[in-house]
């Protein structure tokens, strides 16, 4: 697989998770709320985006999660064994 796929597996899932969380307050909200640009919101759950670390702690603290609560609910979502580095 090449490196561009596997990454398109994790914003996958991550916008998946992000929706999710997110429930049926607005992106505009969520955004305003914690100090995240709402396009920035907007291209995570399009699958767009691969966040900076610190906007993933955003994101995280946004939704009431440690950070690796929200990495580990990213890692329950991809497939079993995978892993970005073909071995």
Do not use: C, W
């Amino acid at each position: 697989m090449q490196i561009d796929y596997k990454k398109q597996i994790i914003l996958n899932s991550l916008a998946k998770i992000v929706k999710k969380l997110r429930g049926r307050q607005s992106q505009f909200m969520l955004a305003s709320e914690n100090d995240i640009s709402t396009s920035i919101i907007s291209t995570i759950e399009r699958s767009l985006k691969d966040p900076q670390l610190t906007t993933f702690y955003k994101l995280a603290e946004a939704f009431n999660l440690k950070p690796h609560r929200l990495m580990k609910m990213i890692e329950d979502d991809l497939p079993k064994d995978f892993s970005l580095i073909d071995r």
